[in-house]
């Protein structure tokens, strides 16, 4: 499909509204998909350093 320019583009054959919230969402579960495990591995080394340090303060 070729546009003859780029505000034609934008709107998409006037789909902009689903075309561009589909990036939209697929960009946010992508970016989830990423985020997600950082922030969980991250909370289990916080967990596993107050169980040392509580295990070795006995």
């Known amino acids: 499909m070729s546009f003859a320019s780029f505000g034609d583009f934008l709107a998409m ?5 689903y ?11 992508l970016g989830l998909n990423v ?8 909370r289990y080394l916080q967990q596993e350093a107050r169980r040392l340090r509580r295990e070795n303060g006995k």
């Open 35 to 42: 985020a997600a495990p950082i922030l969980a591995r991250k």
């Open 13 to 17: 054959g006037h789909h902009a509204l």
């Open 19 to 29: 075309v561009w919230s589909a990036y939209g969402i697929c960009l946010a579960v």
